[in-house]
Protein backbone atom coordinates (compact mmCIF):
# COMPACT_ATOMS: atom_id res chain seq x y z
CA UNK A 1 0.00 0.00 0.00
CA UNK A 2 1.46 3.10 -0.80
CA UNK A 3 1.27 6.21 1.89
CA UNK A 4 -1.57 8.85 0.80
CA UNK A 5 -0.13 12.27 -1.16
CA UNK A 6 -1.17 13.99 1.83
CA UNK A 7 0.70 12.16 4.58
CA UNK A 8 4.61 12.61 4.28
CA UNK A 9 5.86 12.65 8.25
CA UNK A 10 3.90 8.96 9.01
CA UNK A 11 5.82 6.15 8.18
CA UNK A 12 4.47 3.46 7.15
CA UNK A 13 4.52 1.35 9.44
CA UNK A 14 2.34 3.41 12.02
CA UNK A 15 -0.03 4.81 9.01
CA UNK A 16 -1.23 1.12 8.54
CA UNK A 17 -1.40 0.28 12.02
CA UNK A 18 -3.82 3.47 12.42
CA UNK A 19 -5.94 2.09 9.44
CA UNK A 20 -6.27 -0.98 10.51
CA UNK A 21 -7.30 -0.31 14.26
CA UNK A 22 -10.25 1.34 12.77
CA UNK A 23 -11.28 -0.82 9.62
CA UNK A 24 -9.03 -0.23 6.53
CA UNK A 25 -5.92 -2.00 5.61
CA UNK A 26 -4.78 -3.79 2.56
CA UNK A 27 -6.11 -7.28 1.40
CA UNK A 28 -4.78 -9.79 3.45
CA UNK A 29 -4.88 -13.37 3.85
CA UNK A 30 -6.67 -15.47 5.93
CA UNK A 31 -8.22 -19.15 6.09
CA UNK A 32 -10.90 -19.68 3.46
CA UNK A 33 -13.87 -21.77 4.95
CA UNK A 34 -16.77 -21.79 2.71
CA UNK A 35 -18.31 -19.95 -0.05
CA UNK A 36 -22.05 -18.73 -0.51
CA UNK A 37 -23.54 -17.16 -3.80
CA UNK A 38 -26.24 -15.08 -2.76
CA UNK A 39 -29.18 -12.69 -5.10
CA UNK A 40 -29.63 -10.04 -3.51
CA UNK A 41 -30.92 -6.38 -4.42
CA UNK A 42 -28.50 -3.01 -3.86
CA UNK A 43 -30.88 0.27 -3.45
CA UNK A 44 -28.35 1.71 -6.49
CA UNK A 45 -28.96 -0.86 -8.86
CA UNK A 46 -32.30 -1.80 -8.45
CA UNK A 47 -33.03 -1.32 -11.85
CA UNK A 48 -30.90 -4.18 -12.62
CA UNK A 49 -33.17 -6.32 -9.83
CA UNK A 50 -31.49 -9.17 -8.43
CA UNK A 51 -27.47 -9.37 -8.25
CA UNK A 52 -25.64 -12.36 -7.73
CA UNK A 53 -22.99 -11.76 -4.84
CA UNK A 54 -20.25 -14.38 -3.48
CA UNK A 55 -19.78 -14.17 0.37
CA UNK A 56 -16.69 -16.24 1.98
CA UNK A 57 -17.09 -16.99 5.16
CA UNK A 58 -13.35 -17.51 6.97
CA UNK A 59 -11.02 -17.31 9.69
CA UNK A 60 -8.66 -14.43 11.23
CA UNK A 61 -5.82 -15.79 11.62
CA UNK A 62 -4.52 -12.81 13.63
CA UNK A 63 -7.60 -13.61 15.95
CA UNK A 64 -9.10 -16.77 15.06
CA UNK A 65 -12.73 -15.36 14.88
CA UNK A 66 -14.94 -15.91 12.01
CA UNK A 67 -16.00 -13.40 9.17
CA UNK A 68 -17.13 -12.71 6.20
CA UNK A 69 -16.04 -10.64 3.65
CA UNK A 70 -17.24 -9.98 -0.46
CA UNK A 71 -15.56 -8.10 -3.13
CA UNK A 72 -17.31 -5.22 -4.81
CA UNK A 73 -16.83 -2.03 -6.57
CA UNK A 74 -16.86 1.23 -5.04
CA UNK A 75 -19.22 3.22 -6.86
CA UNK A 76 -22.36 2.98 -8.60
CA UNK A 77 -22.62 6.08 -10.72
CA UNK A 78 -22.06 7.09 -14.39
CA UNK A 79 -18.59 6.02 -16.17
CA UNK A 80 -17.82 9.32 -17.10
CA UNK A 81 -17.92 10.58 -13.36
CA UNK A 82 -16.54 8.11 -11.02
CA UNK A 83 -13.58 5.88 -10.71
CA UNK A 84 -14.23 2.33 -10.06
CA UNK A 85 -12.02 0.23 -7.89
CA UNK A 86 -12.81 -3.28 -6.02
CA UNK A 87 -13.16 -3.07 -2.53
CA UNK A 88 -13.40 -5.76 -0.32
CA UNK A 89 -16.42 -5.15 2.80
CA UNK A 90 -16.18 -7.82 6.12
CA UNK A 91 -18.80 -8.50 8.84
CA UNK A 92 -19.09 -10.70 11.56
CA UNK A 93 -20.93 -13.75 11.82
CA UNK A 94 -23.85 -11.54 13.22
CA UNK A 95 -23.93 -8.94 9.94
CA UNK A 96 -22.47 -6.22 11.79
CA UNK A 97 -19.60 -4.36 9.25
CA UNK A 98 -16.57 -4.45 10.40
CA UNK A 99 -13.53 -2.76 7.98
CA UNK A 100 -13.02 -2.58 4.29
CA UNK A 101 -9.45 -3.29 2.11
CA UNK A 102 -8.11 -2.08 -0.75
CA UNK A 103 -5.36 -4.04 -3.03
CA UNK A 104 -2.26 -2.75 -2.78
CA UNK A 105 -1.17 -0.02 -4.27
CA UNK A 106 -5.23 1.10 -4.84
CA UNK A 107 -6.88 4.43 -3.71
CA UNK A 108 -10.57 5.89 -3.66
CA UNK A 109 -11.06 9.11 -5.17
CA UNK A 110 -13.12 11.81 -5.19
CA UNK A 111 -14.41 14.54 -7.15
CA UNK A 112 -11.95 16.08 -9.69
CA UNK A 113 -9.06 13.00 -8.88
CA UNK A 114 -8.35 13.55 -5.75
CA UNK A 115 -7.37 10.93 -3.85
CA UNK A 116 -8.81 9.89 -0.47
CA UNK A 117 -6.68 11.36 2.56
CA UNK A 118 -5.92 9.55 5.86
CA UNK A 119 -8.78 11.15 7.33
CA UNK A 120 -10.97 10.78 4.70
CA UNK A 121 -10.56 6.68 5.21
CA UNK A 122 -11.00 7.36 9.06
CA UNK A 123 -14.51 8.93 7.88
CA UNK A 124 -15.54 6.52 5.30
CA UNK A 125 -14.56 3.48 7.77
CA UNK A 126 -17.12 5.58 10.68
CA UNK A 127 -20.20 6.45 7.70
CA UNK A 128 -20.25 2.38 7.37
CA UNK A 129 -20.26 1.62 10.80
CA UNK A 130 -23.36 3.71 11.42
CA UNK A 131 -26.07 1.27 10.66
CA UNK A 132 -28.43 4.55 11.01
CA UNK A 133 -26.80 6.72 8.68
CA UNK A 134 -29.49 8.79 6.41
CA UNK A 135 -28.07 7.03 3.61
CA UNK A 136 -30.65 4.41 4.27
CA UNK A 137 -33.04 6.86 3.51
CA UNK A 138 -32.19 8.18 -0.42
CA UNK A 139 -32.32 6.62 -3.62
CA UNK A 140 -29.54 7.61 -5.91
CA UNK A 141 -31.56 10.07 -8.14
CA UNK A 142 -31.94 11.51 -4.96
CA UNK A 143 -28.12 12.28 -4.71
CA UNK A 144 -28.06 14.32 -8.08
CA UNK A 145 -28.77 18.10 -7.98
CA UNK A 146 -31.06 18.90 -11.58
CA UNK A 147 -29.80 15.10 -12.89
CA UNK A 148 -29.48 14.79 -16.39
CA UNK A 149 -30.04 11.56 -18.34
CA UNK A 150 -28.03 10.75 -21.41
CA UNK A 151 -26.36 8.05 -23.31
CA UNK A 152 -22.93 7.91 -21.35
CA UNK A 153 -24.07 8.46 -17.59
CA UNK A 154 -26.33 6.96 -15.88
CA UNK A 155 -27.18 9.96 -13.92
CA UNK A 156 -25.53 13.66 -14.46
CA UNK A 157 -24.79 16.73 -12.34
CA UNK A 158 -24.00 18.13 -9.06
CA UNK A 159 -24.27 15.58 -6.10
CA UNK A 160 -26.40 16.76 -2.74
CA UNK A 161 -24.42 18.09 0.30
CA UNK A 162 -24.70 15.77 3.67
CA UNK A 163 -23.06 16.42 6.61
CA UNK A 164 -19.57 15.31 7.22
CA UNK A 165 -20.62 12.64 9.40
CA UNK A 166 -22.94 11.46 6.45
CA UNK A 167 -20.52 11.39 3.57
CA UNK A 168 -16.95 11.78 2.69
CA UNK A 169 -16.99 15.27 1.44
CA UNK A 170 -16.49 14.72 -2.63
CA UNK A 171 -16.87 10.77 -2.65
CA UNK A 172 -21.25 10.51 -1.68
CA UNK A 173 -21.71 7.87 -4.86
CA UNK A 174 -18.78 6.03 -2.87
CA UNK A 175 -20.27 6.46 0.89
CA UNK A 176 -23.39 5.90 -0.46
CA UNK A 177 -22.56 2.58 -2.89
CA UNK A 178 -20.46 1.18 0.22
CA UNK A 179 -22.92 1.51 2.94
CA UNK A 180 -25.94 -0.06 1.17
CA UNK A 181 -23.50 -3.27 0.32
CA UNK A 182 -22.62 -2.66 4.26
CA UNK A 183 -25.65 -2.67 6.08
CA UNK A 184 -27.94 -3.92 2.99
CA UNK A 185 -29.74 -7.40 2.75
CA UNK A 186 -25.92 -9.02 2.59
CA UNK A 187 -26.52 -8.58 6.36
CA UNK A 188 -29.68 -10.60 6.24
CA UNK A 189 -28.01 -13.35 4.39
CA UNK A 190 -25.04 -13.78 6.52
CA UNK A 191 -27.59 -13.61 9.92
CA UNK A 192 -29.09 -16.37 8.00
CA UNK A 193 -26.20 -18.81 6.93
CA UNK A 194 -24.56 -18.08 10.83
CA UNK A 195 -28.38 -19.51 12.36
CA UNK A 196 -27.84 -22.21 9.85
CA UNK A 197 -25.29 -23.51 12.64
CA UNK A 198 -27.38 -23.11 15.56
CA UNK A 199 -29.50 -25.12 17.30
CA UNK A 200 -32.64 -24.19 19.19
CA UNK A 201 -31.01 -24.66 22.69
CA UNK A 202 -27.72 -23.07 21.43
CA UNK A 203 -30.03 -19.87 20.55
CA UNK A 204 -31.59 -20.28 23.91
CA UNK A 205 -28.40 -20.13 25.52
CA UNK A 206 -27.59 -16.84 23.74
CA UNK A 207 -30.54 -14.72 25.22
CA UNK A 208 -29.66 -16.40 28.76
CA UNK A 209 -26.23 -15.19 28.74
CA UNK A 210 -25.19 -13.54 25.48
CA UNK A 211 -24.43 -9.94 24.56
CA UNK A 212 -27.66 -7.48 23.35
CA UNK A 213 -26.78 -8.37 19.59
CA UNK A 214 -26.44 -11.82 20.06
CA UNK A 215 -29.57 -11.57 22.28
CA UNK A 216 -31.17 -9.76 19.20
CA UNK A 217 -30.08 -12.52 16.73
CA UNK A 218 -31.53 -15.44 18.90
CA UNK A 219 -34.67 -13.64 19.45
CA UNK A 220 -34.96 -13.06 15.67
CA UNK A 221 -34.41 -16.72 14.91
CA UNK A 222 -36.63 -18.12 17.58
CA UNK A 223 -39.31 -16.81 15.91
CA UNK A 224 -38.37 -17.19 12.32
CA UNK A 225 -37.87 -20.98 13.26
CA UNK A 226 -41.14 -20.87 14.76
CA UNK A 227 -40.00 -22.30 18.04
CA UNK A 228 -42.69 -22.54 20.72
CA UNK A 229 -41.10 -25.40 22.94
CA UNK A 230 -41.32 -24.69 26.60
CA UNK A 231 -37.67 -24.10 26.84
CA UNK A 232 -37.60 -21.55 24.17
CA UNK A 233 -40.89 -19.56 25.65
CA UNK A 234 -38.92 -19.77 29.00
CA UNK A 235 -35.48 -18.67 27.65
CA UNK A 236 -37.55 -15.74 26.10
CA UNK A 237 -39.57 -14.92 28.95
CA UNK A 238 -36.95 -15.09 31.27
CA UNK A 239 -34.28 -12.65 29.62
CA UNK A 240 -32.94 -9.64 30.10
CA UNK A 241 -35.28 -6.88 28.48
CA UNK A 242 -33.07 -3.92 29.21
CA UNK A 243 -33.46 -2.40 25.29
CA UNK A 244 -36.60 -1.29 23.65
CA UNK A 245 -35.91 -3.38 20.27
CA UNK A 246 -35.48 -6.27 22.66
CA UNK A 247 -39.20 -5.49 24.34
CA UNK A 248 -40.66 -5.79 20.95
CA UNK A 249 -38.99 -8.72 19.91
CA UNK A 250 -39.96 -10.82 22.74
CA UNK A 251 -43.94 -9.59 21.96
CA UNK A 252 -43.53 -10.09 18.37
CA UNK A 253 -42.37 -13.54 18.98
CA UNK A 254 -45.36 -14.28 21.59
CA UNK A 255 -47.68 -12.60 18.87
CA UNK A 256 -46.54 -15.25 16.58
CA UNK A 257 -47.58 -18.38 18.41
CA UNK A 258 -51.21 -19.98 18.95
CA UNK A 259 -53.76 -18.63 21.48
CA UNK A 260 -53.37 -20.58 24.50
CA UNK A 261 -49.42 -20.11 24.67
CA UNK A 262 -49.68 -16.38 23.42
CA UNK A 263 -52.22 -15.40 26.36
CA UNK A 264 -50.55 -17.42 29.30
CA UNK A 265 -46.85 -15.45 28.12
CA UNK A 266 -48.34 -12.07 27.90
CA UNK A 267 -49.93 -12.51 30.94
CA UNK A 268 -46.60 -13.15 32.39
CA UNK A 269 -44.92 -10.31 31.11
CA UNK A 270 -47.41 -8.04 31.90
CA UNK A 271 -47.36 -8.96 36.00
CA UNK A 272 -43.69 -9.33 36.19
CA UNK A 273 -42.20 -7.09 33.23
CA UNK A 274 -40.92 -3.31 33.21
CA UNK A 275 -42.60 -0.95 32.95
CA UNK A 276 -42.27 -0.52 29.36
CA UNK A 277 -42.83 -4.03 28.59
CA UNK A 278 -46.50 -4.09 30.74
CA UNK A 279 -47.17 -1.59 28.35
CA UNK A 280 -46.00 -3.54 25.12
CA UNK A 281 -47.77 -6.33 26.53
CA UNK A 282 -51.32 -4.45 26.82
CA UNK A 283 -50.60 -2.95 23.31
CA UNK A 284 -50.42 -6.27 21.99
CA UNK A 285 -53.76 -7.50 24.02
CA UNK A 286 -55.74 -4.53 22.51
CA UNK A 287 -55.19 -5.29 19.26
CA UNK A 288 -54.47 -9.14 19.20
CA UNK A 289 -56.94 -11.19 17.27
CA UNK A 290 -57.33 -13.96 20.41
CA UNK A 291 -60.23 -13.66 21.89
CA UNK A 292 -60.35 -13.44 26.03
CA UNK A 293 -62.71 -12.66 29.01
CA UNK A 294 -63.20 -10.80 32.12
CA UNK A 295 -61.37 -13.78 34.05
CA UNK A 296 -58.26 -13.31 31.65
CA UNK A 297 -58.40 -9.81 32.77
CA UNK A 298 -58.85 -9.60 36.55
CA UNK A 299 -55.37 -10.47 37.50
CA UNK A 300 -53.97 -8.19 35.48
CA UNK A 301 -56.02 -5.35 36.75
CA UNK A 302 -55.19 -6.65 40.20
CA UNK A 303 -52.08 -5.29 39.72
CA UNK A 304 -52.77 -2.06 38.92
CA UNK A 305 -52.10 0.61 42.03
CA UNK A 306 -51.72 4.50 42.46
CA UNK A 307 -48.47 4.37 40.92
CA UNK A 308 -49.86 2.64 37.87
CA UNK A 309 -48.26 5.26 34.91
CA UNK A 310 -51.10 6.66 33.25
CA UNK A 311 -50.70 5.47 29.74
CA UNK A 312 -50.95 1.79 31.23
CA UNK A 313 -53.99 2.55 33.12
CA UNK A 314 -55.64 4.07 30.26
CA UNK A 315 -54.59 1.40 27.76
CA UNK A 316 -56.00 -1.31 30.20
CA UNK A 317 -59.38 0.61 30.52
CA UNK A 318 -59.18 0.96 26.55
CA UNK A 319 -59.17 -2.52 25.77
CA UNK A 320 -62.18 -3.24 28.48
CA UNK A 321 -63.86 -0.74 26.88
CA UNK A 322 -63.20 -1.63 23.53
CA UNK A 323 -63.72 -5.27 24.30
CA UNK A 324 -66.65 -4.92 26.06
CA UNK A 325 -65.23 -6.76 29.13
CA UNK A 326 -66.80 -6.21 32.64
CA UNK A 327 -67.39 -8.00 35.88
CA UNK A 328 -67.72 -7.27 39.78
CA UNK A 329 -64.21 -8.22 40.33
CA UNK A 330 -62.95 -5.63 37.79
CA UNK A 331 -65.39 -3.18 38.97
CA UNK A 332 -64.76 -3.22 42.10
CA UNK A 333 -60.94 -2.80 41.40
CA UNK A 334 -61.42 0.03 39.92
CA UNK A 335 -63.69 1.52 42.38
CA UNK A 336 -60.33 1.49 44.53
CA UNK A 337 -58.91 3.77 42.75
CA UNK A 338 -61.42 6.07 43.20
CA UNK A 339 -59.89 7.07 46.19
CA UNK A 340 -56.29 7.21 45.17
CA UNK A 341 -54.15 9.86 45.72
CA UNK A 342 -53.15 10.54 42.02
CA UNK A 343 -56.22 12.27 40.99
CA UNK A 344 -55.68 11.54 36.96
CA UNK A 345 -56.12 7.88 37.65
CA UNK A 346 -59.06 8.17 39.95
CA UNK A 347 -60.55 10.55 37.17
CA UNK A 348 -60.11 8.15 34.19
CA UNK A 349 -61.38 5.25 36.31
CA UNK A 350 -64.23 7.34 37.30
CA UNK A 351 -65.63 8.18 33.29
CA UNK A 352 -65.03 4.55 32.43
CA UNK A 353 -66.79 3.67 35.54
CA UNK A 354 -69.56 5.48 34.53
CA UNK A 355 -70.26 4.14 31.23
CA UNK A 356 -70.76 0.42 32.09
CA UNK A 357 -73.73 -0.95 34.65
CA UNK A 358 -72.76 -0.48 38.55
CA UNK A 359 -75.55 -2.18 41.30
CA UNK A 360 -75.93 -1.14 44.79
CA UNK A 361 -73.02 -0.10 46.61
CA UNK A 362 -70.90 0.43 43.45
CA UNK A 363 -73.11 3.21 42.95
CA UNK A 364 -72.92 4.82 45.70
CA UNK A 365 -69.15 4.66 45.60
CA UNK A 366 -69.00 7.00 42.12
CA UNK A 367 -71.41 9.08 43.16
CA UNK A 368 -69.26 9.81 46.38
CA UNK A 369 -66.80 10.50 43.70
CA UNK A 370 -69.04 12.90 42.08
CA UNK A 371 -69.70 15.13 44.83
CA UNK A 372 -66.09 15.41 45.55
CA UNK A 373 -65.88 17.78 42.57
Not at 1 to 23: C, D, H, Q, R, Y
Not at 130 to 147: G, P, T
Not at 325 to 354: C, G
Amino acid sequence: MKLFNTIVSISFTLLLSVLEAVGFSVYSQNRLNTSYNVQITHKGIQDQGKVSVTLHEFTENSLGKSLFYTDIESVICGSKVCKVVMVRLYWDTLGKYQKFELEEGVDLEKEEGLLFTEEDYLSLHNILNNEASVLKDYFKEQLVKQAVHNAYDALSGATISLGNDEIVQGAVWTCYTLWHWANGELVDRIRTITAQKYTDQQLQYSLDCGSYKQQVFAMEFLTKRNSYTKASLEAVYNANYHNTLLNNLAIGYLERSIRHIYLEYIHKMYTTGSKSLRLLSLNSLKNSEHQFTAAYMEPLGGSLTNNTPYPEFNLFLDILEERKINSSKLTNQLLKLLESSNTILARRAYWYLQSIKLEGEQIHKLEGFKNLF
